[in-house]
């Protein structure tokens, strides 16, 4: 019974150190995922926002941020800047695309939306507007440091924000293989700024690039191809995804981002 009894905990031992060997071990990190892949001397928070807007109501719609947004963009009362704001072309249709940047991180954003409750005019604006929308969502992101910042350009110029959502706990990875493929994508200034969020849907990152036009789009895309080194970046990078869209977008008037 004795030795029935040793040579089956003997098993035991042996299945259990058997398995171990398919058991993915976990490094362990003293930083969060955000402080190994942002800007932390910076502390430049964004925050994105998506309206679906009323059919009918959109070329109103965007006459009501014309008149608000650039004048809450240029006054230093507000520590917030409007990065760029799009209607989409193609993607989700009728919808407008807002990116903020808060300089000074999340007292930043604080700040700037005690001082909005104050402010009588954005009151009004915030009033209207809800009239004209369908829905709105928005998330708050971080940059990658590996990208640019986004700066204003010169236009004229098609947007593309390229929205990836991420499986769990595969972030690090993705930041890891961008820091290198980023360079493969520099030659015509196409890269504009990379985001991944904090606050909204997780583990989502976006990607934000400019060209001149649809034509443009294709040949630079095409053109990395050609660059020894992408495939691979792909190739690890694409089971990373859980689901992945595109949006073409227009900038409007009162964008930064021409």
């Not at 058997?18 to 003293?30: E, I, N, T």
């Not at 700040?111 to 009151?123: A, C, S």
């Not at 706990?169 to 994508?185: C, F, V």
């Amino acid at each position: 019974m004795t030795q029935g009894f040793a040579s089956s905990s003997s098993r035991n031992r042996e299945d259990s150190w058997f398995k171990s060997l398919f058991v993915r071990k976990v490094d362990p990190r003293k930083d969060a995922h955000s402080n190994l892949l942002t800007k932390n001397e910076e502390s430049n928070l964004y925050k994105i926002q998506f309206h679906n807007v009323k059919p009918e109501c959109l070329d109103a719609y965007n006459k009501l941020c014309e008149d608000v947004l650039p004048s809450i963009h240029a006054d230093k009362y507000y520590p917030c800047e409007l990065v760029g704001t799009w209607n989409t072309w193609y993607g989700e249709q009728d919808q407008a695309v807002h990116l903020w940047r808060y300089r000074g991180g999340y007292p930043a954003l604080t700040e700037v939306m005690n001082k909005l409750r104050q402010n009588k005019e954005f009151t009004a604006y915030r009033m209207e507007r809800g009239k004209m929308l369908l829905s709105r969502r928005n998330q708050l992101l971080l940059e990658f440091s590996f990208w640019n910042e986004p700066v204003p350009r010169e236009g004229p110029n098609i947007y593309e924000l390229r929205s990836y959502q991420l499986r769990p706990g595969t972030m690090i990875e993705w930041g890891n293989y961008w820091a290198r493929a980023i360079q493969y994508r520099q030659r015509n200034r196409e890269a504009v700024g990379g985001f991944f969020s904090q606050i909204g849907d997780l583990y989502m990152v976006h990607h934000l690039w400019a060209y001149k036009d649809l034509l443009s789009r294709e040949e630079t895309r095409n053109a990395v191809w050609q660059q020894e080194g992408w495939h691979e970046v792909v190739y690890y990078t694409v089971p990373l995804i859980q689901r992945m869209d595109s949006r073409i977008m227009i900038p409007t008037k009162a964008s930064p981002l021409k």
